[in-house]
């Protein structure tokens, strides 16, 4: 695979931009929930969050903390490779039904954190 040809690359700048990636780096939530390298979330997973802004109080700032501050809470405590960290966070649906939210934690030396959902991956 060394000698291996590269046809085609898509860069985590280039996911940004087009916006398949949503960088959260510089949000107050982040900050503080303890990411001090860039992370960054899933179209699929940043649009949960927007679904549930004006259920029962829910706001962008308080979803997007509960996502920060699971994730960064499963990477200290989880054991095994941290490349890839499972983890769950409660949350109101569209139909104000407490859903857990199935999520992903991956870790890159190079571009930093992504949180995904597993078929994001």
Same mark, same amino acid.
């Given at each position: 695979?060394?000698?291996?040809?590269?046809?085609?690359?898509?860069?985590? /700048?280039? /996911?940004?931009?087009?916006?398949?990636?949503?960088?959260?780096?510089?949000?107050?939530? /982040? $900050?503080? /929930?303890?990411?001090?390298?860039?992370?960054? &979330? %899933?179209?699929?997973?940043?649009? %949960?969050?927007? !679904?549930?802004?004006?259920?029962?109080?829910?706001?962008? @700032?308080?979803? &997007?903390?509960?996502?920060? =501050?699971?994730? %960064?809470?499963? =990477?200290?405590?989880?054991?095994?490779? $941290?490349? &890839?960290?499972?983890?769950?966070?409660?949350?109101?649906? @569209?139909?104000? @039904?407490?859903?857990?939210? @199935?999520?992903? &934690?991956?870790?890159?030396?190079? !571009?930093? =954190?992504?949180?995904?959902?597993?078929?994001?991956?």
């Amino acid at each position: 695979m060394e000698n291996a040809e590269v046809i085609s690359s898509y860069s985590r /700048a280039q /996911a940004i931009e087009d916006g398949i990636l949503v960088d959260i780096s510089n949000t107050s939530e /982040a $900050k503080e /929930a303890g990411f001090k390298i860039p992370v960054a &979330l %899933t179209r699929a997973v940043y649009s %949960t969050i927007e !679904e549930g802004i004006g259920i029962n109080g829910q706001d962008r @700032k308080g979803r &997007l903390w509960d996502i920060c =501050f699971m994730a %960064t809470r499963a =990477f200290r405590n989880f054991q095994e490779d $941290k490349h &890839l960290v499972p983890f769950e966070v409660l949350m109101l649906d @569209k139909d104000t @039904k407490m859903q857990t939210l @199935k999520l992903w &934690l991956t870790f890159n030396e190079y !571009e930093g =954190f992504t949180i995904m959902y597993p078929e994001d991956y």
